[in-house]
């Protein structure tokens, strides 16, 4: 005889339902159950006891009510060690409930359709969340079971030891309670969208489920997992489909990342590598082999190893010329067939898939710190105008090779400068403490191309020694912040050099 005698269940998802309570009803479990369940499992030849029998007081106001009753919550909380509990439960013919098996009306689901509020309020489901927490509470005497996937194990367990272990209730419980975290954030969620114009809430609750184990952290001796938003919509890399090669590492997700969210940014074919979370080549071509060919042409040796991000199909033309380099990862809307069967052929080779890629969307950026988050906007708002600050003014050529060249900036790690021609980099400085060493490094990168190109800077350029090495390397046009108290010298030497300058206004700093 099991030890699990009453059972109650109230289920939207009626996922295995009927034959895991056909299963306990043979054990010679009582089922209870509210009203739709109950229905549902009569009509499955299954006996079910409405709690309107139990409690004897009808489902009122459209369902709203129905489990709220202190017969129902009695059962699932009283504790069967405690004697006064137990007296309690005689005292008021109140019999224990040793079982829950509850999930929840689908907010998550109907909160994302176009519908009218009340709708989307009516599907906040409060009875079952209620249960689902008091039987949680109380594991050590109650089982609680909100996932259908777990039905099968809590029987194996009920027929081979007539009771369900103390293992498998804390696991059950746990599984609970994060249930009930994610129901109560997604409605916080929904209401703060709705209703509020911050992304900087006074308490901000973050729920994460996980997407997979990494294979190790930054160094192989760490750790690391992956996780996502509950609620992401857009394409991203937490949602990226892999198609081939080795399990992930922590740095190769944030590269991955980088190049993903760079390659958003363009609306022509255009190809991004990617080196420690950083650009070593990107360019925009007439179709992806062209962008790739340019982008690689960028810097091949920094390209070793890299992570490559395209916003378009990848062809065999293209595939057949990414062989030929060693990349660790490869990210795109999609693949030919005849170019996976060739990339395939690197055995370790990670390759992901992201479809329907769009255009960056507003949202925030966290980075955790010692005992805390910094959370901000994401660095997304487009140049509305550019001034022109010197006595020369840029070709629109030039304007567009320099706007090209801002854009890869904002993905550089600072100090950064960005050297290109039409809209491909030859020449990258970043990570450095100075500006006017980004400036020689970028230039001596650039192997003798930095002559006629345009420099991006992603912030202002606090001396003019910048301006003086960008002269001697021949650099013609110059896109920058401005807003040092010495842009009236950095104006003057551009001047003297005869170099083109404009200020964005605003920077594009990424630590």
């Keep these: 005889m099991s030890k699990i005698k009453r059972a109650l269940v109230s289920v939207y998802d009626k996922t295995g339902i009927v034959e895991f309570c056909r299963s306990l009803h043979k054990l010679g479990v009582e089922i209870i159950a509210t009203g739709g369940t109950t229905n549902y499992l009569k009509k499955n030849g299954i006996p079910a006891k409405n709690v309107s029998e139990l409690t004897k007081f009808p489902e009122i106001l459209d369902g709203r009510v129905k489990s709220l009753h202190p017969l129902i919550f009695a059962g699932i909380l009283a504790l069967r060690e405690k004697k006064e509990h137990v007296e309690q439960l005689e005292k008021h013919d109140i019999k224990p409930i040793d079982m829950v098996v509850c999930n929840f009306y ?204 395209a916003n378009r199909k990848i062809d065999s033309s293209t595939a057949k010329s990414m062989s030929s380099v060693h990349f660790d990862c490869i990210i795109a809307p999609d693949y030919e067939d005849d170019a996976l069967e060739i990339l395939r052929k690197r055995k370790f080779l990670r390759i992901l898939k992201v479809e329907k890629l769009m255009k960056n969307s507003q949202y925030v950026d966290f980075v955790s710190v010692k005992g805390g988050l910094l959370v901000q906007e994401h660095n997304s708002i487009p140049i509305e105008r550019v001034k022109v600050v010197t006595k020369l003014k840029p070709t629109q050529q030039q304007m567009e090779s320099m706007l090209f060249a801002w854009k890869v900036s904002k993905y550089v790690k600072s100090n950064a400068i960005v050297l290109a021609k039409g809209k491909r980099t030859v020449g990258i400085g970043l990570g450095q403490t100075t500006r006017v060493d980004a400036v020689k490094i970028a230039v001596d990168r650039s192997r003798g191309e930095a002559k006629g190109s345009v420099m991006a800077s992603d912030g202002f350029f606090p001396f003019r020694d910048s301006i003086d090495e960008a002269a001697k390397a021949g650099i013609v046009a110059i896109i920058q912040p401005g807003g040092s108290i010495r842009d009236k010298e950095v104006i003057d030497a551009a001047d003297e050099h005869g170099i083109a300058m404009v200020f964005t206004g605003i920077r594009a700093f990424r630590h």
Aim: include cysteine; glycine fraction near 6%.
């Design 106 to 309: 689908p907010f998550e689901e109907v909160s994302k359709k176009e519908i009218g509020l009340g709708e989307v309020l009516e599907n906040i489901d409060i009875g079952g969340p209620s249960m689902v927490r008091s039987a949680a509470k109380n594991f050590e005497n109650v089982v609680v079971i909100v996932n259908p996937e777990r039905y099968e194990e809590v029987l194996r367990e009920i027929e081979m030891k007539r009771d369900v272990s103390k293992e498998t209730r804390s696991k059950l419980a746990a599984e609970a309670f994060k249930l009930t975290a994610k129901y109560d954030w997604m409605i916080q969620k929904f209401l703060e969208k709705k209703y509020t114009s911050t992304n900087f809430p006074e308490v901000l609750n973050l729920t994460y489920e996980k997407v997979q184990d990494l294979r190790y952290g930054e160094n192989p001796h760490q750790m690391a997992a992956l996780y996502k938003e509950f609620d992401v919509k857009e394409p991203c890399i937490t949602n990226a489909e892999q198609i081939h090669g080795k399990k992930l590492s922590w740095t190769n997700v944030l590269d991955l990342n980088c190049a993903l969210e760079f390659v958003r940014e363009f609306d022509e074919p255009t190809v991004v590598i990617i080196k420690h979370t950083s650009p070593c080549g990107a360019a925009c071509g007439s179709n992806i082999f062209d962008a790739f060919e340019k982008a690689y042409s960028s810097d091949p040796v920094s390209a070793f190893g890299g992570t490559v991000g």
